[in-house]
Protein backbone atom coordinates (compact mmCIF):
# COMPACT_ATOMS: atom_id res chain seq x y z
CA UNK A 1 0.00 0.00 0.00
CA UNK A 2 1.35 3.46 -0.80
CA UNK A 3 1.54 6.21 1.65
CA UNK A 4 -1.74 8.77 1.30
CA UNK A 5 -0.02 11.91 -0.55
CA UNK A 6 -0.14 15.09 2.02
CA UNK A 7 -1.62 17.21 -0.78
CA UNK A 8 -4.44 15.55 -1.38
CA UNK A 9 -5.08 15.26 2.55
CA UNK A 10 -4.24 19.33 2.72
CA UNK A 11 -6.44 20.06 -0.22
CA UNK A 12 -9.39 18.30 1.19
CA UNK A 13 -9.33 19.59 4.81
CA UNK A 14 -9.80 23.03 3.23
CA UNK A 15 -12.45 22.27 1.11
CA UNK A 16 -13.78 21.10 3.95
CA UNK A 17 -13.07 24.21 6.83
CA UNK A 18 -11.54 26.73 5.28
CA UNK A 19 -8.24 26.69 6.50
CA UNK A 20 -5.51 24.69 6.02
CA UNK A 21 -4.38 21.94 8.79
CA UNK A 22 -1.87 22.31 11.40
CA UNK A 23 -0.89 19.07 11.82
CA UNK A 24 -0.97 15.93 10.44
CA UNK A 25 -0.58 12.25 12.17
CA UNK A 26 -0.78 8.99 10.77
CA UNK A 27 -1.25 5.33 12.55
CA UNK A 28 -1.40 1.46 11.05
CA UNK A 29 -3.20 -1.21 11.43
CA UNK A 30 -2.32 -4.26 12.62
CA UNK A 31 -2.18 -8.50 12.31
CA UNK A 32 -3.32 -10.14 15.52
CA UNK A 33 -0.68 -12.89 14.91
CA UNK A 34 -0.68 -15.40 18.09
CA UNK A 35 -2.36 -15.34 21.43
CA UNK A 36 -5.85 -14.01 19.57
CA UNK A 37 -8.55 -13.05 22.76
CA UNK A 38 -6.15 -13.37 24.97
CA UNK A 39 -4.95 -9.72 25.79
CA UNK A 40 -7.72 -8.91 28.06
CA UNK A 41 -7.07 -12.25 30.20
CA UNK A 42 -3.68 -10.39 30.99
CA UNK A 43 -1.48 -12.56 28.92
CA UNK A 44 0.99 -11.98 26.38
CA UNK A 45 0.49 -11.63 22.75
CA UNK A 46 1.91 -10.61 19.55
CA UNK A 47 0.77 -7.57 17.17
CA UNK A 48 2.37 -7.08 13.80
CA UNK A 49 1.61 -3.36 12.88
CA UNK A 50 1.26 -3.26 8.96
CA UNK A 51 0.96 -0.59 6.19
CA UNK A 52 -2.56 0.05 6.49
CA UNK A 53 -2.70 3.05 7.79
CA UNK A 54 -4.91 5.84 9.31
CA UNK A 55 -4.33 9.58 8.77
CA UNK A 56 -5.57 12.35 11.02
CA UNK A 57 -5.45 16.14 9.86
CA UNK A 58 -6.22 18.61 12.85
CA UNK A 59 -6.60 22.61 13.18
CA UNK A 60 -7.74 24.59 16.22
CA UNK A 61 -11.59 26.11 16.19
CA UNK A 62 -12.37 29.50 16.99
CA UNK A 63 -15.61 28.57 18.63
CA UNK A 64 -16.35 25.63 21.44
CA UNK A 65 -17.12 22.79 18.49
CA UNK A 66 -15.45 19.96 17.62
CA UNK A 67 -16.40 18.97 13.75
CA UNK A 68 -15.01 16.02 12.34
CA UNK A 69 -15.56 14.21 9.00
CA UNK A 70 -13.99 11.05 6.79
CA UNK A 71 -15.00 10.71 2.89
CA UNK A 72 -13.56 7.01 3.07
CA UNK A 73 -13.69 4.87 6.19
CA UNK A 74 -13.84 1.64 4.52
CA UNK A 75 -17.29 -0.23 5.46
CA UNK A 76 -19.30 3.24 6.30
CA UNK A 77 -21.91 4.65 4.84
CA UNK A 78 -20.95 8.82 4.20
CA UNK A 79 -23.75 9.55 6.77
CA UNK A 80 -21.98 8.11 9.28
CA UNK A 81 -18.85 9.69 8.49
CA UNK A 82 -19.68 13.51 9.57
CA UNK A 83 -19.47 14.31 13.49
CA UNK A 84 -20.11 17.48 14.59
CA UNK A 85 -20.04 18.26 18.78
CA UNK A 86 -20.14 21.01 21.05
CA UNK A 87 -17.18 20.31 23.47
CA UNK A 88 -19.19 21.51 27.20
CA UNK A 89 -21.79 18.54 25.92
CA UNK A 90 -18.61 15.82 26.16
CA UNK A 91 -18.49 15.88 30.03
CA UNK A 92 -21.74 14.75 30.59
CA UNK A 93 -22.38 12.28 27.46
CA UNK A 94 -22.81 8.76 27.79
CA UNK A 95 -20.66 7.65 25.36
CA UNK A 96 -21.55 4.05 24.63
CA UNK A 97 -23.06 3.04 20.61
CA UNK A 98 -20.00 1.97 18.71
CA UNK A 99 -19.98 4.99 15.76
CA UNK A 100 -17.68 7.23 13.92
CA UNK A 101 -18.43 10.53 15.79
CA UNK A 102 -18.87 8.04 19.51
CA UNK A 103 -14.78 7.36 18.56
CA UNK A 104 -14.39 11.24 18.48
CA UNK A 105 -16.32 11.91 21.77
CA UNK A 106 -14.60 9.18 23.64
CA UNK A 107 -11.03 10.55 22.59
CA UNK A 108 -11.89 14.03 23.47
CA UNK A 109 -13.38 13.44 26.80
CA UNK A 110 -10.23 11.01 28.02
CA UNK A 111 -7.99 14.09 27.30
CA UNK A 112 -10.26 16.32 28.41
CA UNK A 113 -10.61 13.92 31.97
CA UNK A 114 -6.59 13.51 31.52
CA UNK A 115 -5.47 16.51 30.16
CA UNK A 116 -7.90 19.45 30.57
CA UNK A 117 -8.25 19.42 26.91
CA UNK A 118 -11.35 22.75 25.94
CA UNK A 119 -10.45 23.93 22.78
CA UNK A 120 -12.69 23.32 19.25
CA UNK A 121 -11.06 21.20 16.71
CA UNK A 122 -11.49 20.26 13.14
CA UNK A 123 -10.77 17.17 12.51
CA UNK A 124 -10.47 15.08 9.00
CA UNK A 125 -10.15 11.42 8.74
CA UNK A 126 -9.11 9.35 5.86
CA UNK A 127 -8.32 5.69 6.27
CA UNK A 128 -7.08 2.64 4.65
CA UNK A 129 -7.93 0.25 7.17
CA UNK A 130 -11.64 -1.65 6.47
CA UNK A 131 -13.96 -1.27 9.65
CA UNK A 132 -14.54 -4.47 11.34
CA UNK A 133 -12.36 -6.48 9.21
CA UNK A 134 -9.77 -7.79 12.36
CA UNK A 135 -7.42 -5.28 11.47
CA UNK A 136 -7.54 -2.89 14.18
CA UNK A 137 -9.48 0.16 12.43
CA UNK A 138 -10.30 1.55 15.55
CA UNK A 139 -7.41 1.92 17.52
CA UNK A 140 -5.50 3.05 14.59
CA UNK A 141 -7.95 6.36 14.85
CA UNK A 142 -7.54 6.20 18.62
CA UNK A 143 -4.19 6.44 18.78
CA UNK A 144 -3.50 8.86 15.73
CA UNK A 145 -6.14 11.15 16.76
CA UNK A 146 -4.44 11.41 20.34
CA UNK A 147 -1.08 11.76 19.12
CA UNK A 148 -2.08 14.87 16.68
CA UNK A 149 -4.29 16.75 19.40
CA UNK A 150 -0.93 16.32 21.88
CA UNK A 151 1.37 17.38 19.34
CA UNK A 152 -0.88 19.99 18.16
CA UNK A 153 -0.78 21.55 22.03
CA UNK A 154 2.65 20.82 22.33
CA UNK A 155 1.90 18.00 25.29
CA UNK A 156 4.99 15.79 25.17
CA UNK A 157 3.56 12.41 25.73
CA UNK A 158 5.59 8.86 26.00
CA UNK A 159 4.32 6.10 23.06
CA UNK A 160 3.18 4.29 26.03
CA UNK A 161 0.94 7.08 27.33
CA UNK A 162 -0.57 7.60 23.92
CA UNK A 163 -1.33 3.85 24.16
CA UNK A 164 -2.89 3.90 27.40
CA UNK A 165 -4.90 6.81 26.34
CA UNK A 166 -6.20 5.34 23.13
CA UNK A 167 -7.09 2.14 25.11
CA UNK A 168 -9.18 4.09 27.89
CA UNK A 169 -11.04 5.74 25.62
CA UNK A 170 -12.14 2.20 24.11
CA UNK A 171 -12.49 0.53 27.09
CA UNK A 172 -12.93 3.09 30.08
CA UNK A 173 -15.43 5.61 28.39
CA UNK A 174 -16.70 3.54 25.27
CA UNK A 175 -17.55 0.57 27.42
CA UNK A 176 -16.12 -2.25 24.78
CA UNK A 177 -14.35 -5.25 26.92
CA UNK A 178 -10.98 -5.12 24.65
CA UNK A 179 -7.31 -5.90 26.02
CA UNK A 180 -4.53 -3.45 25.37
CA UNK A 181 -3.38 -5.34 21.91
CA UNK A 182 -4.89 -2.88 19.37
CA UNK A 183 -3.58 0.50 21.03
CA UNK A 184 -0.36 -0.55 21.51
CA UNK A 185 0.45 -2.42 17.85
CA UNK A 186 -0.85 0.92 16.36
CA UNK A 187 1.54 3.40 18.55
CA UNK A 188 4.80 1.36 19.06
CA UNK A 189 4.77 -0.48 15.47
CA UNK A 190 6.40 -2.91 14.55
CA UNK A 191 6.35 -7.26 15.78
CA UNK A 192 5.69 -6.86 19.46
CA UNK A 193 5.73 -9.12 21.80
CA UNK A 194 3.32 -7.03 24.63
CA UNK A 195 2.86 -8.25 28.16
CA UNK A 196 -0.89 -7.28 28.94
CA UNK A 197 -0.83 -7.55 32.16
CA UNK A 198 -0.24 -4.17 33.80
CA UNK A 199 2.49 -2.23 33.76
CA UNK A 200 2.07 -3.65 30.08
CA UNK A 201 5.88 -3.76 29.15
CA UNK A 202 6.34 -4.56 25.62
CA UNK A 203 9.20 -6.42 23.79
CA UNK A 204 10.00 -5.83 19.76
CA UNK A 205 10.83 -8.61 18.22
CA UNK A 206 13.68 -9.33 15.83
CA UNK A 207 11.91 -11.10 13.39
CA UNK A 208 12.39 -9.94 9.32
CA UNK A 209 11.06 -13.69 7.98
CA UNK A 210 8.26 -14.44 5.53
CA UNK A 211 5.73 -12.70 3.82
CA UNK A 212 2.19 -12.00 5.47
CA UNK A 213 -1.05 -12.11 3.15
CA UNK A 214 -4.09 -10.83 4.62
CA UNK A 215 -7.50 -11.62 3.47
CA UNK A 216 -10.91 -10.01 4.11
CA UNK A 217 -14.00 -12.74 4.40
CA UNK A 218 -16.15 -9.17 3.85
CA UNK A 219 -18.34 -10.88 7.33
CA UNK A 220 -18.24 -7.72 9.36
CA UNK A 221 -18.46 -8.44 13.20
CA UNK A 222 -18.23 -6.04 16.18
CA UNK A 223 -15.90 -6.82 19.28
CA UNK A 224 -18.28 -5.25 21.62
CA UNK A 225 -20.84 -8.34 20.94
CA UNK A 226 -18.21 -11.34 20.61
CA UNK A 227 -16.10 -10.49 23.94
CA UNK A 228 -18.67 -10.26 26.81
CA UNK A 229 -20.14 -13.58 26.02
CA UNK A 230 -16.93 -15.06 25.91
CA UNK A 231 -15.76 -13.77 28.89
CA UNK A 232 -19.01 -13.98 30.80
CA UNK A 233 -18.69 -18.20 29.58
CA UNK A 234 -15.02 -17.73 31.13
CA UNK A 235 -16.48 -16.88 34.24
CA UNK A 236 -18.99 -19.51 34.39
CA UNK A 237 -16.14 -21.97 34.66
CA UNK A 238 -13.91 -20.45 37.07
CA UNK A 239 -16.68 -19.98 39.19
CA UNK A 240 -17.67 -23.84 38.75
CA UNK A 241 -14.19 -24.85 39.46
CA UNK A 242 -14.15 -22.81 42.71
CA UNK A 243 -17.15 -24.40 43.85
CA UNK A 244 -15.41 -27.87 44.00
CA UNK A 245 -14.58 -29.12 47.30
CA UNK A 246 -11.89 -31.46 46.30
CA UNK A 247 -10.22 -28.40 44.44
CA UNK A 248 -6.35 -28.15 45.90
CA UNK A 249 -6.04 -24.91 48.31
CA UNK A 250 -2.74 -24.21 45.77
CA UNK A 251 -4.84 -24.66 42.72
CA UNK A 252 -7.53 -22.55 43.91
CA UNK A 253 -4.92 -19.56 44.33
CA UNK A 254 -4.28 -19.51 41.00
CA UNK A 255 -8.13 -19.26 39.79
CA UNK A 256 -10.49 -16.20 39.97
CA UNK A 257 -14.18 -15.51 39.52
CA UNK A 258 -13.62 -13.45 36.57
CA UNK A 259 -11.12 -14.04 33.16
CA UNK A 260 -8.45 -11.58 34.11
CA UNK A 261 -8.13 -12.56 37.52
CA UNK A 262 -6.63 -15.83 37.51
CA UNK A 263 -2.81 -16.58 36.92
CA UNK A 264 -3.46 -17.85 33.66
CA UNK A 265 0.60 -17.74 32.76
CA UNK A 266 1.04 -20.34 36.11
CA UNK A 267 -1.77 -22.51 35.45
CA UNK A 268 -1.17 -26.06 33.60
CA UNK A 269 -3.92 -27.76 31.65
CA UNK A 270 -2.34 -30.85 33.33
CA UNK A 271 -3.21 -29.47 36.52
CA UNK A 272 -6.90 -29.04 35.74
CA UNK A 273 -7.25 -32.04 34.55
CA UNK A 274 -9.04 -33.85 36.73
CA UNK A 275 -11.57 -30.67 37.22
CA UNK A 276 -11.94 -29.35 34.07
CA UNK A 277 -13.58 -32.46 32.92
CA UNK A 278 -16.15 -32.11 35.54
CA UNK A 279 -16.92 -28.72 34.25
CA UNK A 280 -20.28 -27.39 31.61
CA UNK A 281 -19.14 -28.35 28.05
CA UNK A 282 -19.40 -24.37 26.85
CA UNK A 283 -16.97 -22.87 29.61
CA UNK A 284 -14.49 -26.11 29.72
CA UNK A 285 -13.60 -25.46 26.24
CA UNK A 286 -13.14 -21.47 26.85
CA UNK A 287 -10.81 -22.18 29.07
CA UNK A 288 -9.02 -25.14 27.67
CA UNK A 289 -8.81 -22.88 24.85
CA UNK A 290 -6.65 -20.05 27.05
CA UNK A 291 -4.30 -22.42 28.51
CA UNK A 292 -3.58 -24.22 24.87
CA UNK A 293 -3.58 -20.77 23.07
CA UNK A 294 -0.85 -19.81 25.71
CA UNK A 295 1.28 -22.55 25.45
CA UNK A 296 1.53 -22.74 21.99
CA UNK A 297 2.42 -18.79 21.89
CA UNK A 298 5.06 -19.29 24.54
CA UNK A 299 6.54 -22.12 21.80
CA UNK A 300 6.26 -19.38 18.97
CA UNK A 301 7.85 -16.76 20.90
CA UNK A 302 11.06 -18.97 21.36
CA UNK A 303 10.59 -19.65 17.86
CA UNK A 304 11.13 -15.74 16.49
CA UNK A 305 13.35 -14.95 18.82
CA UNK A 306 15.82 -17.71 17.53
CA UNK A 307 15.27 -19.85 19.27
CA UNK A 308 14.23 -22.62 17.25
CA UNK A 309 12.91 -26.06 18.37
CA UNK A 310 12.73 -29.36 15.79
CA UNK A 311 9.18 -29.54 14.40
CA UNK A 312 8.68 -32.87 15.92
CA UNK A 313 8.98 -31.29 19.34
CA UNK A 314 6.06 -28.79 18.63
CA UNK A 315 4.17 -31.70 17.56
CA UNK A 316 4.77 -33.59 20.58
CA UNK A 317 4.39 -30.89 23.22
CA UNK A 318 1.18 -29.75 21.40
CA UNK A 319 -0.16 -32.91 21.03
CA UNK A 320 -0.86 -32.02 17.35
CA UNK A 321 -2.28 -35.28 14.94
CA UNK A 322 0.44 -35.65 12.59
CA UNK A 323 -2.68 -35.52 9.91
CA UNK A 324 -3.27 -32.17 10.46
CA UNK A 325 0.39 -31.04 9.89
CA UNK A 326 0.72 -29.50 6.19
CA UNK A 327 2.42 -31.18 3.55
CA UNK A 328 4.62 -28.16 2.65
CA UNK A 329 6.39 -28.17 6.45
CA UNK A 330 8.23 -30.35 4.12
CA UNK A 331 9.72 -28.03 1.36
CA UNK A 332 13.35 -27.48 1.19
CA UNK A 333 13.03 -24.02 0.45
CA UNK A 334 11.46 -23.27 3.87
CA UNK A 335 13.51 -22.92 7.06
CA UNK A 336 12.60 -24.38 10.63
CA UNK A 337 11.65 -21.18 11.98
CA UNK A 338 8.96 -20.41 9.04
CA UNK A 339 7.51 -24.31 9.27
CA UNK A 340 6.93 -23.77 13.00
CA UNK A 341 5.39 -20.42 12.97
CA UNK A 342 3.29 -21.33 10.48
CA UNK A 343 2.33 -24.90 12.23
CA UNK A 344 1.22 -22.79 14.97
CA UNK A 345 -0.75 -20.14 13.38
CA UNK A 346 -2.61 -23.02 12.19
CA UNK A 347 -2.84 -24.86 15.40
CA UNK A 348 -4.14 -21.73 17.10
CA UNK A 349 -6.77 -21.05 14.32
CA UNK A 350 -8.20 -24.76 14.94
CA UNK A 351 -8.26 -23.80 18.40
CA UNK A 352 -10.40 -20.63 17.60
CA UNK A 353 -12.63 -22.61 15.85
CA UNK A 354 -13.07 -25.59 18.06
CA UNK A 355 -12.29 -24.44 21.34
CA UNK A 356 -13.52 -20.66 20.99
CA UNK A 357 -16.36 -21.18 18.68
CA UNK A 358 -15.13 -18.27 16.69
CA UNK A 359 -15.23 -19.01 12.87
CA UNK A 360 -17.73 -19.32 10.51
CA UNK A 361 -18.04 -21.53 6.98
CA UNK A 362 -17.08 -18.93 4.80
CA UNK A 363 -14.27 -18.17 6.89
CA UNK A 364 -12.94 -21.86 6.39
CA UNK A 365 -13.40 -22.16 2.74
CA UNK A 366 -11.00 -19.07 2.36
CA UNK A 367 -8.85 -20.62 5.08
CA UNK A 368 -8.72 -24.08 3.19
CA UNK A 369 -7.99 -22.40 -0.27
CA UNK A 370 -5.38 -20.40 0.98
CA UNK A 371 -3.49 -23.43 2.54
CA UNK A 372 -3.69 -25.73 -0.77
CA UNK A 373 -2.78 -22.70 -2.37
CA UNK A 374 0.88 -22.93 -0.62
CA UNK A 375 0.00 -20.86 2.55
CA UNK A 376 2.58 -22.31 5.57
CA UNK A 377 -0.11 -21.16 7.91
CA UNK A 378 -3.24 -19.22 7.87
CA UNK A 379 -5.65 -17.87 11.21
CA UNK A 380 -8.07 -15.55 12.14
CA UNK A 381 -6.77 -12.03 12.61
CA UNK A 382 -9.04 -10.37 15.60
CA UNK A 383 -12.06 -11.29 17.51
CA UNK A 384 -13.38 -13.76 14.94
CA UNK A 385 -17.08 -14.67 13.25
CA UNK A 386 -16.18 -12.72 10.50
CA UNK A 387 -12.90 -10.38 9.41
CA UNK A 388 -9.70 -11.39 8.10
CA UNK A 389 -7.46 -14.05 7.84
CA UNK A 390 -3.79 -13.64 8.09
CA UNK A 391 -1.85 -15.87 5.81
CA UNK A 392 2.03 -16.88 6.52
CA UNK A 393 4.25 -17.91 3.34
CA UNK A 394 8.17 -17.95 2.51
CA UNK A 395 8.39 -15.41 -0.20
CA UNK A 396 6.26 -12.61 -2.41
CA UNK A 397 5.98 -15.68 -5.45
CA UNK A 398 4.05 -17.69 -3.19
CA UNK A 399 1.98 -14.93 -1.59
CA UNK A 400 0.61 -13.11 -5.01
CA UNK A 401 -0.78 -17.12 -5.55
CA UNK A 402 -2.16 -17.33 -2.07
CA UNK A 403 -3.88 -13.87 -2.39
CA UNK A 404 -5.32 -14.77 -5.93
CA UNK A 405 -6.62 -18.16 -4.46
CA UNK A 406 -7.64 -16.26 -1.77
CA UNK A 407 -9.85 -13.85 -3.48
CA UNK A 408 -11.23 -16.63 -5.87
CA UNK A 409 -12.54 -18.29 -2.67
CA UNK A 410 -14.78 -15.47 -1.58
CA UNK A 411 -12.24 -13.13 0.20
CA UNK A 412 -14.05 -9.50 -1.20
CA UNK A 413 -10.05 -7.94 -1.01
CA UNK A 414 -6.68 -8.84 0.31
CA UNK A 415 -3.18 -7.37 0.59
CA UNK A 416 0.23 -8.24 0.86
CA UNK A 417 1.62 -6.42 3.41
CA UNK A 418 4.57 -5.50 4.97
CA UNK A 419 5.70 -4.54 8.77
CA UNK A 420 5.19 -0.84 9.47
CA UNK A 421 6.21 2.12 12.28
CA UNK A 422 3.81 3.36 14.63
CA UNK A 423 2.37 6.57 15.13
CA UNK A 424 4.08 8.75 13.34
CA UNK A 425 4.16 12.61 12.49
CA UNK A 426 3.16 13.52 8.64
CA UNK A 427 3.00 17.43 8.64
Not at 224 to 252: F, T, V, W, Y
Not at 320 to 333: A, F, N
Not at 392 to 407: C, F, P, Q, R, T
Request: with cysteine.
Amino acid sequence: MKPEPMLSIKRRFKELYGVDPVIIVSAPGRIDLLNTHQDYKGLPVIGISINLRCYVALSIRSDDNVCAFSDNLPGLELRECKCVFNINEVSTSNIERRSFCNYIMAIYKVLHQELGLSKGLNIYVKSHIPIGAGLGSSAALEVSLVRAITLLFNINMTVKEVAELAYKAEHDIMGIPCGRLDQYSSAYGGILLINTRPPCNVERIPFDEGVFVILDSGIRHRTADIHPLRQKEIDEGLNELLLMNDLPSSLKAKLGKHYWEPKWELLSEDELIPYIGRLSEVPRKRILFTLKMHKSTLIAISTMKGNTPSINKVIEVLDIPKVKIPKLTSRKDVNNKLRILGLIMNYQHELLRDLYDVSLPRIEEIRNAVLNAGALGCKLSGAGLGGSLVALVSNYEDAWIVLKEGLNAGAINGWIVKCDQGVKKEF
